[in-house]
Structure formats: structure tokens, C-alpha cells
């Protein structure tokens, strides 16, 4: 395999049963190099093995005042040395790119991973240590893969010189023989200490990171506060512990480097004042000892591989494992395939009645095998039913309940992280979570409560896989962007006033939240998916701005399956279908004006209104003003009556009802 051939067109599958067997399974991968590697690895460390042979024999040469010797050893010298470079160069080009290939196999592994668990992603592992994994972690990986070739021709050499030293002078080879493992055993045992004091330091490195990152994103608001100084007090306590950590992790490399010095010296010492008294009893020659003396030096490069290959393994297969626990994340749970595709949706799990929608379980297209599966969607756990080609909206009163609801309507199977294996979100018929993975994302788009906007010019942000079927401008009108296009055509750096040119930073976060919000929005239009699913879509916008991009949206999606999750009256007026879930179940369907009317629990969570209240409101007859509408007109922001409160702010819908003590009224009052 060449770095050329990169990336790999299947990057196989990982053994992530522990660290140790995944580094293992890595290694299995790339045969071919490490054997490459090897060789010449091995190739290198004999010619450097021989040379102290070829300097001695040209001493003795010398001492012999033989010049056809003296001359034989210079020209052995030489091409040793020839060997030596040719070896060492391509024995760096075969480790480095064991190294490389290491590294992008296990980042190409990530990459899909993280593509196929999506949104699920984070909810079963930390952000952080994906980042961890995925950088730091990867050149530890490599870092071990590379270092195995270069061991392994260690391993080879010392023995060679080691059983030549016996050979050549019993004495000597017995010194060296017993020297040498005694100093490769001897870092041993500090290297577990000081991997886990670089460990911390990582972790607390990452904390300060972190805080750092999250006092940038809110600096608008700690300014708006007077917050910097105690958020500037806390990263400098951050950093502080960084540093303590940092400079308590470099005294045991200190104490590493001082044994890996010391150890080697000591036996240098050793052999040459044992050697040394044997030349002056004339027991062996100079040359001799010279050869010696070259041989134990040579032998201490070995050495620095073995504790090297040590050093590795204890950084990397901590790294190891946790690439291989982000790696056993799957996006369906064990025996949550026994659950999908059983079960058949019906109108009965939602209580009211409505018109029979069509369910198709074929896909839509000509092509049946990779088409796109179309119909109504349908949560099983819940009893939700989207119909094909409507807007429906549904209000839940928990907030995060919504969220793991929507995320279940998109196949992503919060399930998995919850512990609990319920059953898969169906999609004509077909369950999503038995779909291949493109299908499934080509089938339902969710965007949830807090979507990311990319770095890079609005073109990039909205070239994103679509039908083709609504052009960037159609979208950007229906989530009604065009004060935040005028805003990046001012802000366009190249002068062009051009907003599609216009840069926008990381995460968007020179753009206001309602901004973000609607070029998200407009980046979910644009895909055009067969299903899209909303999770709070204006919740940052006004209420004026949220009427027009309700009246946008339904426009721009008619006829496409959209689901909305709101408790916008806004946007709940405009909706074909609204379907109120409560506790995880659906309680009520219909529309909005007939939910108000029939349904506490609904007229609870949208007006925010409790039912005390209501009833209180009712029993007073109030006289019609002049100025209040005749009855039955319908008007922008009118009362409770139809739900719409107006545009102020201490009218904005809210996601939750409006208190416990309501809603036990209210559930008295039915019983």
C-alpha cells in the first residue's frame, strides 16, 4: 500500500474487543509494509553492526603497518556506509508510511462511524474524546504501528551481535549478553506511572480547552453580564492546574531519560575497562577491543528501539481503547433487529379521527433496490403518524422528549443510548433502522434544536446532497434570510457585496441566533428531503419573521412530508395536521383550532393559560369594544381563542405547560 493509493476503498472491519486486539488487527492489515519495513530495517542495522568489524580490522591493519589490509578495511568502511545511508532513508520512507496508512485507515474507520451514528453520536460518547480519538489518538496509534518494524529489526540485530560477541570473544559476550536485557527491562517499570501522568495533563489540558471555547462563544453575554473577569479567573485557574500537570509529568520523562543515559553508560564503562585490562594482559588485540567497544556502542541503538516500542505501546494502547469503544458504537442496538419492520401503522394509536392516510411500503422510483422508500412515517413507541405530503406539527410539552422523538422519526435510535431497545421509526412500512445507512439519510433529514453552521462561504454552507428540485434562493426566501444576506453582503471581504461569497465563521457565530437558525433552515429546504423533520425551527426569531417563514415553509414543502415539533401558535395555526403528545404518548389529533377548543392538556401547553384561569375568564361576560373585530373574524395576534397571543415577548410560545399545579387540576377535573 502507497500513500498514493490512499484512501482506502474498504477499510475493513475493526476487532474492538480491546485495545490490545485492536492495535493487533491493525497490524494484520498492513503486512506487506511491515514486512518491507523489516527488511530494511535489518538491512540498515547490519550494516551498522559491521562497521565497528570493518574499523577494527582496519586499526589492527595499522598497528600491523599493513597498508593492502589498511586499505581492504577502508573501502569495507566505505561501503558500509553506503549501505547504511540507502538503508536508514528507505526504512524511514516504509515506517513513515506504516505510519500514515496506520493512521488514515483508523481515521477513515471514524469518519464513517461518526457519519452513521450521526446526532447519536454524541449522546453515547463525549464530543471531547471523538476529537481526542481522532487526533491525538490516531499519531499515537501510527506511532506504534510504525515503531513495530523498526523493534522487530532490533530485535534481530542485537541478537546477530550478541551471539557474534560470544563467538568473538566468549569474555566480553557473556558481559554484554546478561547487560542487555537488564536495559531494555529498566524504564519497564516507570512507564505506566508516567503514562498516566500525561493522561491528566491531557484531560486537564482539555478541560481548559474547553472553557476556553465556551467563554469565546459567550462572550456577547459575559459582557453583557460583567462576567469576563470571573470567566478570565477561572481559565487562569484552569491553566494553572495545565501547567502544575505538565511539569509534574516531564520529572518522570526527566527520570526516564536519566535511566536510558545512565544504564547504557555503565555498561559501556563496564565492557571497556574489562576489555582494556584484558588487552594489557595480552589476551586480546586492540583491534579486538576496538571491535568490541564498536559493537557494544552499535548495541545501544537497539536498546532506544526497545524502550521506544515500550514508550509506544503504554501511549498508545490507552488510545487504543478508546478508539476501538468509539469504534463499538453501533447505530442499531443488539436486538433491536427482532423489533423493526414488525409492526404494521395503524390510525388507531392516535385517538382521533382523521382521514386514512396511504401507506406504501414499496420506495418511491423506478429503481425498487436504491430508491428512496416514501409514505407516511410513523413512530411505533409513540403512535405518531405523519402522513405522506402534509405538514404536521406536534406539540410536546417536554422539551427533550421532543428531541429523542424526532431523533427516532430520523432512524437514529436514541433507544440505543436510553439502554432501552424500543422498536424503529417505520417509513412506508419499511423501518428505517433496517435501511442502509444512505437510503435512511436520504429518506428523513432531522435538524435538531441546535444546528451547526460549517465554516466557509454561504455557497459551501448550502452545497449540501439535495434533489435538486429547490434552488438556494427559493430556500433562502422561505426561512426569510434577507436581512442576514444583506448583512454578508456588507461583511463580504472581497468587496463584491456578494452574500453568497461572504465568509461565515465557525459555527456562525458572527451571525445572531434567529440568523443561524433560519440558514439552517434554509440549508434543510435546499436538501429537499423525502421526509423533514424540524425540531423547534424559529424558536430564536420573532413573531412576525415566524409567520412569514411558517407561511414559507408550508409554500416551499407542499406536498412533501414535513414534520415540525412547536408549540408556536404560529405555526401550529398553519399546520394540516397538529398531534399533541404527552408522557411519550399521543393523546390528540386534529387541528389547531379543534385542539384548542377540546383538549386542556393542549390548551395548557400552547396558551400557557391554567385551566383555573380559563374557566374564571369564561364565567365573566366581557363587553365587546368598538375596536375588537366582529365575532368569528380571525385577526393577527388575537386572543386565546384561537391561540395566537401576538408578538410580544412575554407572549412567546413556550415548550413546557404552564405549571404542575394547573396540570393536577386539570387531571382532577377529568377524573
Not at 490516531?138 to 522487530?152: L, N, Y
Not at 423525502?530 to 426569531?541: H, K, W, Y
Not at 415553509?553 to 404527552?582: I, Q
Amino acid at each position: 500500500m502507497q500513500i498514493r493509493d490512499l484512501p482506502f476503498a474498504d477499510p475493513g472491519v475493526p476487532d474492538v474487543r480491546s485495545g490490545a486486539r485492536f492495535l493487533l488487527w491493525l497490524g494484520r492489515q498492513q503486512v506487506g509494509g511491515q514486512l518491507k519495513a523489516v527488511a530494511w530495517g535489518i538491512a540498515h542495522m547490519a550494516a551498522v553492526a559491521l562497521l565497528p568489524a570493518a574499523v577494527g580490522f582496519a586499526v589492527q591493519a595499522v598497528v600491523d603497518r599493513s597498508g593492502g589490509r589498511l586499505a581492504l578495511g577502508g573501502g569495507l568502511v566505505a561501503v558500509l556506509g553506503v549501505l547504511i545511508a540507502l538503508g536508514d532513508t528507505m526504512l524511514h520512507r516504509a515506517a513513515v508510511t506504516n505510519w500514515i496508512t496506520a493512521a488514515a485507515r483508523l481515521q477513515q474507520l471514524l469518519s464513517r462511524r461518526t457519519a452513521e451514528l450521526g446526532a447519536t453520536l454524541t449522546r453515547q460518547v463525549a464530543a471531547g474524546e471523538v476529537t481526542a480519538v481522532s487526533t491525538g489518538d490516531v499519531e499515537k496509534i501510527g506511532w506504534f504501528i510504525e515503531g513495530v518494524s523498526r523493534f522487530t529489526a532490533a530485535v534481530v540485530a542485537s541478537v546477530g551481535v550478541c551471539a557474534g560477541l560470544l563467538v568473538y570473544r566468549t569474555e566480553l559476550g557473556l558481559v554484554v549478553a546478561c547487560g542487555l536485557p537488564v536495559l531494555a527491562l529498566s524504564v519497564l517499570p516507570l512507564l505506566p506511572r508516567a503514562a498516566r501522568r500525561a493522561d491528566e495533563q491531557r484531560e486537564k489540558a482539555g478541560r481548559a480547552t474547553e472553557l476556553a471555547a465556551d467563554t469565546v462563544a459567550g462572550l456577547r453575554v459575559l459582557r453583557g453580564i460583567g462576567g469576563e473577569e470571573l470567566f478570565l479567573a477561572r481559565y487562569q485557574n484552569a491553566s494553572q492546574e495545565v501547567r502544575r500537570a505538565a511539569v509534574h509529568s516531564a520529572r518522570m520523562w526527566a527520570l526516564i531519560s536519566a535511566v536510558q543515559v545512565a544504564l547504557p553508560g555503565l555498561l559501556l564503562i563496564a565492557v571497556v575497562g574489562y576489555g582494556a585490562r584484558l588487552a594489557l594482559d595480552g589476551r586480546i588485540s586492540v583491534g579486538e577491543l576496538v571491535t568490541v567497544y564498536g559493537a557494544v556502542t552499535f548495541l545501544l541503538f537497539p536498546l532506544r528501539q526497545f524502550e521506544e516500542i515500550a514508550m509506544a505501546y503504554a501511549f498508545s494502547r490507552p488510545s487504543a481503547e478508546r478508539a476501538a469503544r468509539v469504534l463499538a458504537l453501533r447505530r442499531t442496538p443488539p436486538g433491536a433487529d427482532a423489533l423493526t419492520g414488525t409492526a404494521e401503522p395503524t390510525c388507531t394509536a392516535e385517538p382521533t379521527g382523521s382521514a386514512e392516510p396511504t401507506r406504501s411500503a414499496e420506495p418511491t422510483g423506478a429503481d425498487g433496490a436504491d430508491a428512496v422508500p416514501g409514505g407516511d412515517l410513523y413512530d411505533p413507541g409513540s403512535g405518531l403518524l405523519a402522513p405522506a405530503g402534509l405538514l404536521t406539527v406536534v406539540v410536546c410539552g417536554d422539551p427533550d422528549a421532543a428531541g429523542r422523538l424526532a431523533d427516532r422519526l430520523g432512524g437514529h435510535a436514541p433507544h440505543a443510548v436510553e439502554g432501552g431497545a424500543g422498536p424503529s421509526a417505520l417509513l412506508g412500512g419499511a423501518a428505517l433502522d433496517a435501511l442502509p445507512l444512505e437510503r435512511a439519510r436520504a429518506a428523513v433529514l432531522v435538524q435538531d434544536k441546535d444546528p451547526v453552521l460549517l465554516s466557509g462561504t454561504l455557497t459551501e454552507l448550502l452545497d449540501v446532497p439535495a434533489s435538486g428540485a429547490v434552488p438556494a434562493a427559493e430556500a433562502l426566501a422561505a426561512a426569510q434570510c434577507g436581512d442576514v444576506l444583506d448583512a454578508l453582503g456588507r461583511a463580504c471581504a472581497d468587496g463584491s457585496g456578494d452574500p453568497m461569497r461572504a465568509r461565515i465563521t465557525e459555527r456562525g457565530r458572527s451571525l445572531s441566533g434567529g440568523q443561524r437558525q433560519r440558514l439552517a433552515l434554509a440549508r434543510s429546504l435546499v436538501a429537499d428531503p423525502e421526509v423533514l423533520v424540524l425540531d423547534e425551527p424559529t424558536s430564536a426569531v420573532d413573531s412576525h419573521t415566524e409567520a412569514r417563514i411558517a407561511d414559507g415553509l408550508r409554500g416551499l414543502r407542499k406536498g412533501r412530508t414535513t414534520v415540525v415539533f412547536s408549540s408556536s401558535p404560529l405555526l401550529l395555526d398553519r399546520a394540516e395536521r397538529v398531534v399533541l403528545v404527552h408522557e411519550g404518548t399521543v393523546t390528540a389529533v386534529g387541528t389547531h383550532r379543534e385542539l384548542l377548543r377540546t383538549t386542556p392538556d393542549y390548551r395548557a401547553v400552547v396558551t400557557r393559560e391554567p385551566e383555573e384561569e380559563e374557566e374564571e375568564e369564561a364565567a365573566v361576560p366581557r363587553t365587546r369594544d368598538a375596536a375588537d373585530p366582529p365575532p368569528g373574524d380571525v385577526h393577527d395576534g388575537a386572543g386565546p381563542e384561537n391561540g395566537l397571543l401576538g408578538p410580544g415577548p412575554a407572549h412567546r410560545p413556550s415548550a413546557s405547560p404552564s405549571g404542575g399545579t394547573a396540570r393536577e387540576q386539570i387531571e382532577e377535573e377529568n377524573a
